[in-house]
DNA sequence: TATATTGATTCAAACGTTTGAATCGGATTG
DNA sequence: CAATCCGATTCAAACGTTTGAATCAATATA
């Protein structure tokens, strides 16, 4: 009956139902200044008509008016890959906190996709935007019409301070390094390394820790036993390059007791691989991989990874928004946050098997 | 410069930059059937000037005007829980084929914020709602405030249609019986089964599903190994649930040469639980999940599971509000679709061992 | 030449809020 | 009694769009 066309209640619904005007009812409801000059008798029954009615201020009218969103779009290019999640539940955390609401998109790995989400993004006149790049992340031009309408951005996962984006990046190198370090620590001296595939930021500095620290610990690498991983942008590869690679491995006869694999889903692959020939993690071979998500942490044996503190970086980006945002004025300059990485001792590393055991045989059945 | 106070480009600039009216502008830009009218110079040298100042329409102003926002809310109620991405991604896939822009937001588990964030939805006037729940969802009243505003809504993973609302869900009890048969053409004759929490709809059906299968083909189901799962909010809870219900298992001296686990996260639980006892899946003991999640995927053994379509589920979903906007008037009553889940057989069952295993002594060390 | 037709553009109102300024009856003060 | 102040409420303009109706010149028709 007091339903306008639109099928939403609004302000003029109330004012009539209440007897009062317009502005007095918004002033009540959007409990504006003002309204302690409100009788109270007034305000608590335009409260009570609102409640009744059902009503919901209008997001779209309100932000025209007051010309402020509270808004900050999260933009995941690929939210299936479990590395994603804490990120973004670090970023909400923080966003919410900052009395922001979060707007979040998922790309779904698809750089058209992306692209027209960020127009989205800025359409809805965003105050801030936080872009999550997992995996391989293609390059958009369109960050740049992002810059010339002054909405601060922040990217985690890739490095693209010199493109005058902030980012947050774990310290690969230190990670990288990490890993070698601890199967180094329980005796391995035949490691098999898979790289990161070249288009992802992360591989080489994780293979220059990677390396460095072998080399101090003077542990060879055999290169014939450094795989790279191939550059697709679906992340659920990473388990299937994990296998092939595993099989290459073996078929290479050269001895090896540890595999360092680029992330979880990669390990986790190199784990089915070894295991479909027959061999035991970590009793006759030991593997690790990297992020800590939520498949390693449940598999069996429980993977042994290197954490990336993906909340506290979802976290740190959000600040970071946030604080962009009260300077408005001054564009700060961007800057590069790099976060510590932490080793996770779990289940499938272990001292190399006392007789070196040869791979490519199998070991039963 | 030619930059107004809001930092954003608006229409008004690029008239004041082109020499023509806001109206022709917004008409050129927009693409309005009128446009056609327009001088063909006109309309390139307006479309030269707002690409190159980088204007976006505000979509506040815009949806303000059309009154229609062309957007649909996604409410998850834990985004983390691997179970809602394939739901979310067949959502979106249909949400935008239909040329609606998804929001997607996730209550993190939290009451509080579910109901905050069906605010927000409210507020900003979606079109129409999809509500994911998974695991422990608890009710909330606010969705009588929803129907209240006439908005359509979906909801996936529990049934809610005697509230009025048109629920999605697979199939349980066919999936309990799915995997029973599956099991018994195994050979398996000793079957201990994991419940789901109380408070989950999935749970009674399934079981019914498994009971009535197991009475057809002759099986006793032993209530000694009759296990329920704790209804906490948190999906991870699962996997601790399992490992430590397999504990349990054994402890009961039971023989067992089979688990039917609730849910994928409950069974790999189990495998661990089962593991550390030194018990090897499924050479010992069969293993088998429901849902078809990644880390099931990805487990070695590859998990036998249940797979629920949950792309399908969520396409479906995204159809039926979408139909719903559409003869926008009639509200259509609630209906219940239920998908038919699929047996996905891997490595984590096999025939039982051939001499009746007794769990609860270890096979070995 | 006057009138109708067309093509190109603009006017002006509206969407639902917010908010500085204005109103207005009544009480207080000089 | 006039002037002032105060508390309670309302006016009216603005936010950036869209769009039916209006304008207006130039061309085609009678």
Redesign the interface.
């Known amino acids: 009956m007091s339903q306008r ?5 609004t302000l003029l619904d109330i004012a009539r139902a209440s007897g009062f005007s317009v502005s007095t009812v918004s002033i009540v409801l959007s409990e504006a200044p003002l309204s302690q000059n409100v009788a109270v008798t007034t305000r608590t029954h335009i409260r009570a008509i609102a409640k009744q009615l ?1 009503y ?9 008016r007051r ?1 402020t ?1 509270q808004t900050i779009g999260i933009l995941a290019f690929d ?2 890959d ?1 590395f994603c ?2 990120i ?2 670090g970023i ?1 955390e923080g966003v ?1 906190d900052g009395g922001y ?6 790309a ?1 790995t698809e750089r058209k ?1 992306f692209d027209s989400y960020l ?2 993004i ?4 965003a105050d801030g935007l936080i872009v999550i790049a997992s995996w391989v992340f293609e390059e958009t031009n369109l960050l740049g ?1 992002i810059r ?3 909405v601060p951005i922040v990217i985690v996962g890739r490095d693209l301070v010199d493109r005058g984006i902030s980012s947050i990046l774990v310290d690969n190198e230190a990670g990288g390094a990490l890993a070698t370090r601890h199967l180094a620590d329980l005796g391995h001296r035949h490691i098999a390394v898979i790289r990161g595939p070249q288009e992802m930021c992360d591989s080489e500095p994780r293979w220059a820790g990677i390396r460095k620290t072998a080399a101090q610990r003077g542990i060879p690498i055999d290169e014939r036993l450094t795989f790279t991983l191939p550059g697709i942008a679906d992340p ?1 590869s990473g ?1 299937e390059g994990g296998v092939r690679l595993a099989q290459q491995m073996l078929a290479s006869r050269r001895p090896f007791t540890a595999v360092l694999a680029f992330d979880d ?1 990669t390990a ?2 190199v ?2 691989g070894l ?1 479909d020939a027959g061999l035991r993690v970590p009793h006759d071979c030991s593997v690790m991989g990297f992020d800590d998500v ?2 390693a ?6 993977m042994t990874t290197i954490r990336q503190p993906l909340r506290e970086m979802g976290l740190e980006a959000a600040q970071r928004v946030l604080h962009a945002i009260r300077n ?1 004025g001054k564009a700060e300059k961007p800057r590069l946050h790099q976060t510590d990485p932490e080793l996770v001792v779990r289940q499938s590393t272990a001292s190399p098997p006392s007789t070196a055991v040869k791979p490519g045989r199998r070991s039963r059945t």
């Open positions: 066309k639109s099928g939403h209640v059902g919901h201020p209008d997001a779209y009218a309100r932000s025209l010309r969103t939210l299936s479990p999640v804490p973004m539940r909400q919410h609401l979060p707007l979040l998109m998922d779904q996709l127009h989205m800025l359409e809805r006149r019409d010339k309408n002054n659920a388990f889903l986790l692959g784990v089915r295991s939520l498949p942490a449940v598999a069996t044996p429980a408005n």
